[in-house]
């Protein structure tokens, strides 16, 4: 508890590298007792309950600043889930705290008994812990844990396993679990793509359960990757993409997302369209997926819409009418699903596109990730100003996204020094905002977009920008770029710097918080100016008047005296 009370206190005083990192973690964050059970309902149907799944992750992020979680579309996404499944924990509580002793669960086998066994004594091991094999409670897994150890020990040395593995199609009472984990560990160890062609057709013709037909589609990657798929394959892809009972109902109702990878006809649906390339099989996955739009199940659709702009490649106008099927039904999770795949398609089909854009417009949840509509303005063969101007107007969101888009297109891509005017505009557009969120946008797209190289190309907004409420919000990058852009231009950040008033004691705990870095500054600048004192007598004196004006705050004042010292012992 008191390791994540001290995230949330230093979480906001991060580098933006330090604070991705924290969030990979954070989101790595389980419970051990977080554990997903089924059970039969009345109709006979199979539920999967997740009982707390989330709980431990979400008392992390609650100790995160909440305008640190706006930023982030993940974790702003996430956070809001928890909220819905718990409500309102107590994040300073501890949780889970108990005296029984918990142990983890490994191989059967002692590790050293692994690294000495022949083939022989694999396949032995093999036909004792089987399908039918109970393990006792204890520390010592079963088949699972077996087969696990195997694929390690297949990954390391594929050359000696290989034969092996082909041999185990000949005895029907090894686990199909050995022969996947062995196909898995080959995979790993990147062996022979054709050989391991070879096992994989054997694999899939044999009779699969749900968890081995999965794993069987997530690694036909490996042959996609090295451009090995044939028909027998892609109709094994196809006819679990159409006809898997799995899923029969959401495994997670809010993140179909998840489901849509991890459910047979999920999956099946992602790599089969990955197989775009092999044109000779355009029809075959086509008419699948053609039919697949009308699967029952949310999560399959989801598939579709997130990989179908590889099937432009086969067909534009085909893959555009699925799109179109797709997005008619009007449904929340397709439409948050569709916005990289709906880019493929803006610029040809962008007047057939307005009823999709007019959805987006309606729900404001998904103006975050709008980035359609603001790219058919700043894209020069699209045009559309009014979309833009419709969509700016609708939420503040939008705004955000818009300058979201803005900064990541705001230079020219083949030429560095050329501003894009578009992109230009939006960014002076919302200096009259207020608020964290515009502050954030605003402070980091001076710490990623305008270095010192750009200084004087961006100056016109950067002045506009200094007489802003939301520069003294979060004024460090905004200092740090004027320090380190001191010594060439001078006047001008000293012109930049008269627009700044520091009379609010900065908050430390606040992101935009400040230390020395007006007084380094102004010290910096009269430095430079007074190197030609006669020349510059103006821009000395308003120099020192600013620098007058700093002595009279204490949290400025405190940083002058120490820099007057400093000077002095050097």
Request: charge should be positive; charged fraction near 25%; aromatic fraction near 12%.
């Amino acid at each position: 508890m008191n390791f994540r009370l001290l995230i949330g206190q230093i979480f906001p005083h991060l580098y933006s590298n330090q604070k991705n990192d924290i969030i990979n973690i954070i989101l790595e964050v389980k419970n051990p007792y977080e554990q997903p059970y089924s059970y039969e309902d009345n109709e006979k149907r199979k539920r999967v309950v997740y009982p707390g799944v989330g709980k431990k992750q979400y008392a992390f992020l609650k100790v995160l600043p909440k305008e640190e979680i706006e930023k982030s579309f993940i974790l702003k996404k996430k956070f809001n889930e928890f909220k819905r499944s718990f409500g309102d924990i107590n994040e300073n509580k501890a949780s889970n705290v108990s005296s029984m002793s918990t142990y983890g669960v490994g191989a059967p086998l002692e590790q050293h008994a692994y690294s000495k066994m022949d083939l022989n004594s694999w396949k032995s091991s093999f036909l004792k812990f089987n399908d039918n094999y109970r393990r006792d409670r204890g520390p010592k897994g079963g088949k699972l844990q077996h087969s696990r150890t195997f694929e390690a020990q297949v990954k390391t040395n594929p050359d000696k396993f290989y034969d092996f593995i082909l041999e185990l199609f000949e005895n029907n009472k090894i686990s199909v679990d050995y022969i996947s984990s062995g196909l898995n560990g080959l995979i790993q160890g990147e062996y022979i793509p054709e050989k391991i062609k070879i096992i994989y057709k054997k694999l899939i013709k044999l009779k699969l359960d749900k968890s081995n037909t999965l794993y069987s589609i997530w690694k036909v990657e490996y042959l996609i990757k090295h451009h090995l798929i044939d028909y027998d394959i892609i109709m094994f892809i196809s006819h679990n993409a159409l006809n898997h009972p799995s899923p029969d109902c959401p495994l997670n109702e809010n993140d179909p997302d998840f489901d849509s990878i991890n459910t047979v006809r999920g999956a099946a649906i992602h790599k089969l369209i990955q197989c775009y390339e092999h044109k000779e099989f355009s029809e075959i996955i086509f008419e699948t997926v053609e039919k697949a739009v009308n699967d029952p199940q949310i999560s399959v659709k989801v598939a579709i819409i997130q990989e179908l702009a590889y099937l432009n490649y086969l067909e534009l106008e085909r893959s555009f009418k699925i799109f179109q099927s797709l997005i008619e039904k009007d449904d929340i999770q397709i439409l948050k699903n569709s916005f990289r795949t709906s880019q493929y398609f803006n610029t040809k089909f962008h007047h057939q596109m307005q009823s999709y854009f007019d959805k987006i417009i309606k729900y404001e949840e998904l103006h975050e990730n709008g980035n359609v509509l603001v790219l058919s303005w700043i894209n020069d063969k699209i045009n559309n100003k009014p979309l833009y101007d419709k969509f700016v107007k609708s939420s503040d969101n939008a705004k955000l996204c818009a300058l979201k888009i803005a900064e990541a297109n705001l230079f020219d891509r083949d030429d560095n020094s050329i501003v894009n005017e578009k992109s230009l505009s939006i960014i002076n557009a919302f200096l009259n905002k207020s608020g964290d969120e515009f502050s954030h946008a605003y402070s980091g797209l001076i710490l990623r977009k305008i270095k010192p190289i750009k200084f004087k190309l961006l100056y016109d907004f950067l002045v506009k920008y200094s007489k802003s409420e939301l520069c003294m919000d979060e004024p460090r990058y905004f200092l740090q770029l004027l320090l380190s852009s001191a010594k060439e231009h001078p006047k001008k950040c000293l012109r930049l710097l008269q627009n700044m008033n520091f009379s609010n004691r900065p908050d430390i705990q606040e992101s935009g918080y400040y230390d020395k870095e007006p007084v380094q500054l102004i010290l910096a600048i009269y430095s430079k100016l007074n190197m030609d004192s006669k020349n510059n007598k103006k821009y000395i004196k308003i120099a020192l008047d600013i620098f007058d004006s700093m002595l009279k705050h204490n949290h400025l004042r405190n940083a002058a005296n120490d820099a007057i010292e400093l000077s002095m012992k050097s």
